[in-house]
């Protein structure tokens, strides 16, 4: 069964500190992972990664992959109250479904 | 709007009762999908449309869910005789098949059984 696991659960951060988010996963045939963010109900996508060592950027979230070790992380970098949110990780197998990590909540304190 | 719409965005039923969640997608859009998510959990996937073939029904975690998804667009997702453990967000989303794989939810119904 395919898995995604998500570190931390939550973590608290001040303004301006960086935050590094975990995703790993089991994933039968991978063939790409997302992420998203979650603020109030809709989750809103950020990145979709398929390549490994290439690191795809917005702004101040960047996010990377690696395929061998099977994880990906999301980093935020001078945090601000509105990146307050959860953040979802999902992989993607072979057919259309995506595995969900059970999320990051993320709380900027100003 | 131009987004994946849902309703109710708010749902309070007695256990034992029958509930209907309405999800409208993105026009244009082929594939659909219907997740739950828990308090506290990620989203588990429930069903997923694609064009006129068969649903992939491998999530519905009992014979008391069921969707149906009427001319290729709008989808209704039915939960009978609901349970308190049904309690959750339902996310309806939608994607345009063929051009990327990322999916455009919708604001979610909660569903609150007591």
């Known amino acids: 069964e395919d898995k995604v696991v998500q570190s931390p659960l939550s973590l608290v951060v001040h303004e301006g500190d960086t935050v590094t988010l975990n995703c790993s996963y089991e994933v039968t045939n991978f063939r790409s992972l997302l992420w998203y963010k979650q603020e109030k109900k809709a989750p809103t996508f950020l990145f979709m990664l398929t390549s490994s060592g290439i690191e795809k950027k917005s702004g101040r979230l960047s996010s990377i992959l690696d395929k061998k070790e099977l994880f990906s992380i999301l980093n935020i970098t001078a945090t601000q109250t509105g990146d307050s949110a959860i953040y979802l990780c999902a992989a993607r197998g072979n057919d259309y479904k995506l595995s969900f990590g059970a999320g990051t909540t993320v709380t900027v304190r100003a | 709007g131009a987004g994946v719409s849902q309703s109710p965005s708010n749902k309070v039923t007695e256990k034992g009762k029958d509930v209907e969640l309405r999800c409208d997608p993105i026009s244009g859009h082929t594939a659909l999908y219907w997740y739950r998510q828990s308090l506290g959990q990620g989203l588990e996937f429930l069903i997923y449309?694609?064009?006129?073939?068969?649903?992939?029904k491998s999530g519905l975690p009992s014979d008391r869910f069921s969707a149906e998804r009427t001319g290729g667009s709008v989808s209704t997702l039915t939960i009978q005789r609901t349970q308190q453990e049904d309690s959750a967000v339902y996310l309806c989303?939608?994607?345009?098949?063929?051009?990327?794989?990322?999916?455009?939810f919708g604001p979610g119904t909660r569903l609150t059984v007591t």
């Open positions: 449309f694609q064009g006129n073939s068969a649903p992939d």
């Open positions: 989303a939608s994607r345009l098949s063929g051009v990327t794989y990322e999916q455009y």
